[in-house]
C-alpha cells in the first residue's frame, strides 16, 4: 500500500496536481470550511480542534474585529456590536425583517440592504459576513499551507437573487474566488448520493439556524437532477429558541428585559433546546442584571407543544415541492436530514410520519452542506476525482417582469433548470412612447405588489411609433450560481438599445472596491499585491487551460498556421507571468483568450457531436 | 460551426412526434448535459466557458419545451407550419366550454371551503380529460398528420393544463 503523503507546513502540496479549493457552508448559527485530501472530503478544524465556526462577529471601536467563539463569548455583554445570525439580513430591506424591534442592533435603512451602525462604524450585512468567510479562508490556508485557488459557497436553495448576489459580493470582499454558489440541500445531496452510490429519487430536508429548504433530487448514474425546490427563508433553528425564549418571560413573569439579559436568555434558550434531543426535560438557570434568578424546567413536551405549529410549517414546502414535482410522499426512497435543528426529536417524527419512511441521519447534519461543497469545488478546481458526477439545479422562484396594471407577466417559471436564458417580446402602450420601464421581479403571486422587486431599468431610444408597433424583446439569464441578468432590445426597425442590469441591490465594482480598501486599513495586505496575485492566478489558469486543450485536441482541431499562433500567445502570456507588470499581464491573457476563441468554438462542437454520437448509437440498438 | 438553430428534436437525437417516451427524453437530456455543461468546463478557458453556458442554456430550453406536452405539441405544430396559440384563433365548442365553467365553479367552491376532498375529485376528473387530449393530439399530429385539427384540440389542452394549474394553486392556498 502507497504511503500518504504530507507536505511540510506552509508548503504547498504538488501546487502543479492538487489545486487547493475548499466547500464554505455560511451558515445562519455555524460555519464551516472542508477540504478534498487524498479523495476524501473532511471538514478543516481550527487550531483548538473545533469544526464549527460560530457566524459571529464583534466590531470593537478600535475598528478591530473578533470571529467566532471569541465574539459569541461577549455577545451578551456587548449585544449591539456583536452581530449573530447575519444571514437573515442578506439581501434584505428594513421592512422584510419581522422582528426588528426585538433585536439589539442599530439598524440603518439603506437602499436594497439594511445596515448596522456599530462602535467601529455603520456596516452591511455583506461586510459582517465577509469577516466569517475571511476567517474560514484564514483556517483552510492555514491548514492546507498554500492559496486557495477558489471556493464554493453554499446558499439557501430558496435564497432569492438579492441574498445570492450579497452572497457572491461577500465572498469576492473576503477574497475568495468563487467557483460556485451552490444550494444547500444540493451539496448534501452529493454528499449522501456518492457516500451510498445512491440511485433513485430522494428529498432532502434541511432545517438550518435561520433558514429552512426542501428538495428533491433524480439521482441517475452520476447524474443529480433537483426536480423542486421549496422552502421558507426565514424559518429555521432559531425560531425554536425564540419560542423558548417568550416561555421564559411569561413563566418568570417577565416584560421588558436589558439587551444584555436577552442576549443571555437567548443562549439558555438555545441550550435548553440542544439538551432536549437527549433527554425529557432540562432545567433552566440564570442570573439577570438586575440579580433576579430564573429557574424552570421545561419538559420536551411543553417544548413540542410551543414549538407544533413551526414543525407544521415545514411540511407545507414540502407538500408544495412534491407537487410541482409531480411525486406522492411513497415516491422518495429516502429522506436526508440536514442541519442542526433536524436533531430535534418531534421533527424526526413528523418527518418519518409524512414521508412514511425512517429518516436518513448517517451523516452528521451539521457537517453534509460543507462536505458536499467541498467535493464540488475539487471537480470545479479541475482536480480529477474517482467519481465524475454533474449537477443540475434549479431556479427556486419565478422571475418576471411588470406589465400593465401592476402584473407580473412570468418569463422563468420556478424550478426551471439552470443556466437558461429566455426571451419575451412586449410592446408600446402609447402612440410616440420612447421609452419602457422594465421592473424585474421574483416570486409566485400576479401582483407585483406581492413579489420582490430586483431591479428597474430604462430602454431608452425607442422610435417613435403607434402603440404596439415597437418590439422590444426582454431577455433574461440565470448563470449557473443562480444569478439573473437582463437585457432589453428594441427589434422593429433595427435600431438597437440594449442594456445589461445588475439588480439594484448588488454592490457596484466601485463599491467593493472601498469596502476592499477599508478592509486593508486594518490589515497588512495592500491592495496592489492583491490585484497582482489575482491576475496571476487567472493568466496560470488560462495557461494550463490551453496547454491541456492543445495537448487534447491540438492535432485533430488546429491546422498547423493556427497551431502555431496560439502557441505564440501563450508563450507571450509564460514571458508576462515571469515579471511583475500587472498590465502586462493582464494584456497578455486578454490576448491569449481572445485568440482562443475559434478553437473553443471548435472544442464545443466536437463535444456536442461526441453527445449524439453517443445517443444515436444507442438508438440503433432500441 | 455549431447550429444553434437546430431544432429541438434534432439537438436531442430524436424522430419529430407528440408519442415521446418521457425516459428517452431524459436519457437523451442527460447524455448531452454530461458534455456540454459549464461544470465540464469550470477549468477552461473563457470563450469555452461562455459556450459551454450558452449551450447547456440552449439545451435547458430544448428539454423544457420536449418534456412538457403542451410545449411539445405546440413546437411540432409551429415546425409544421400552425400557429396554434394565435389569438384571432378563439373558436370553441359550446359543450366544452359550459364543461369548462362547471368545472371553474367546483373549483372556486372547493377553495372558498377549503374543501381537500372535493378539489382531488375535481382534480382526477380534469386530468382524465387532459389524458383523453393528449391522446387525441397523438393521434392527430403523429398518425393522422391533421395539424389544423391537432390545433383545434391544443387550444382545449391549452384550457385544462390552466385549470390543472389553477387546481395546484388551489392546494397551495388550502394548505396554507
Known sequence: MALLQIAEPGQSTA???????????????????????????????????????????????????????????????????????VKRFMGR?????????????HFVDAPGMVQIKTAAGVKSPVEVSAEILRALKRRAEAALGGELIG???????????????????????????????????????????????????????????????????????????????????????????????????????????????????????????????????VRITAVLSSGELIDLTLTEDTFNAMTESLVTKTLQPCRKALRDAGLKPADIKGVVMVGGSTRIPRIQAAVGEFFGQTPLNNL??????????????????????????????????????????????????????????????????????????????????????????????????????????????????????????????????????HIEVKPSYGLTDEEIARMLQDSYAHASEDMAARNLAEARVDGQRLLEATRSALATDGEALLSAEERAVIESLVAALERALAGDDLKAIKQATDALNQGTVEFAARRMDASVKRALTGHRLEEIDV | MLDFNRNHFELFGLRPAFRLNRSEIDRAYREIQTEIHPDRFAHAGEAEQRLAMQWTARVNEAYATLREPFERARYLLELNGVQAMDARNTAMPADFLMQQMAWRERLEQAKAQADIASLQGLDQEVRAQADALERELAELIDERHDYAQAAETLRKYRFVDKLLAEVEAAYDEIEG
Open chain 1, 15 to 85: 501546487p502543479h496536481e492538487h489545486r487547493l479549493a475548499v466547500g464554505i457552508d455560511l451558515g445562519t448559527t455555524n460555519s464551516l470550511v472542508a477540504t478534498v485530501r487524498n479523495g476524501i472530503a473532511v471538514v478543516l478544524n481550527d487550531e483548538h480542534g473545533r469544526s464549527l465556526l460560530p457566524s459571529v462577529v464583534r466590531y470593537r471601536p478600535d475598528g478591530s474585529v473578533q470571529v467566532g467563539y471569541e465574539a459569541q463569548a461577549q455577545a451578551s455583554l456587548d449585544p449591539h456590536n456583536t452581530i449573530i445570525s
Open chain 1, 93 to 105: 430591506g428594513i421592512k422584510d425583517l419581522p422582528d426588528v424591534a426585538t433585536l439589539p442592533y
Open chain 1, 151 to 281: 471556493a464554493v459557497i453554499t446558499v439557501p436553495a430558496y435564497f432569492d437573487d438579492a441574498q445570492r448576489q450579497a452572497t457572491k459580493d461577500a465572498a469576492r470582499l473576503a477574497g475568495l474566488n468563487v467557483l460556485r454558489l451552490l444550494n444547500e440541500p444540493t451539496a448534501a445531496a452529493i454528499a449522501y448520493g456518492l457516500d451510498n452510490a445512491a440511485e433513485g429519487i430522494y428529498a432532502v430536508y434541511d432545517l438550518g439556524g435561520g433558514t429552512f429548504d426542501f428538495s428533491i433530487l433524480r439521482l441517475t448514474k452520476g447524474v443529480f437532477e433537483v426536480m423542486a425546490t421549496s422552502g421558507d427563508s426565514a424559518l429555521g433553528g432559531d425560531d425554536f429558541d425564540r419560542r423558548i425564549y417568550c416561555w421564559i418571560l411569561e413563566q418568570a413573569g417577565l416584560h421588558a428585559v436589558t439587551d444584555h439579559d436577552k442576549a443571555l436568555l437567548l443562549a439558555k434558550a438555545r441550550e435548553a433546546k440542544e439538551m432536549l434531543s437527549e433527554q425529557p426535560a
Open chain 1, 364 to 497: 452528521d447534519p451539521d457537517k453534509v452542506v460543507a462536505l458536499g461543497a467541498a467535493m464540488q469545488a475539487n471537480v470545479l478546481a479541475g482536480n480529477k476525482g474517482q467519481d465524475d458526477w454533474l449537477l443540475l439545479d434549479v431556479v427556486p422562484l419565478s422571475l418576471g417582469i411588470e406589465t400593465m396594471g401592476g402584473l407580473v407577466e412570468k418569463i422563468i417559471p420556478r424550478n426551471s433548470t439552470i443556466p437558461l436564458a429566455r426571451a419575451q417580446e412586449f410592446t408600446t402602450f402609447k402612440d410616440g412612447q420612447t421609452a419602457m420601464m422594465i421592473h424585474v421581479v421574483q416570486g409566485e403571486r400576479e401582483l407585483v405588489s406581492d413579489c420582490r422587486s430586483l431591479a428597474r431599468f430604462e430602454l431608452r431610444g425607442i422610435p417613435p411609433m403607434v402603440a404596439g408597433a415597437a418590439r422590444v424583446r426582454v431577455t433574461f439569464q440565470v448563470d449557473a450560481d443562480g444569478l439573473l441578468s437582463v437585457t432589453a432590445r428594441e427589434l422593429s426597425t433595427g435600431v438597437e438599445a
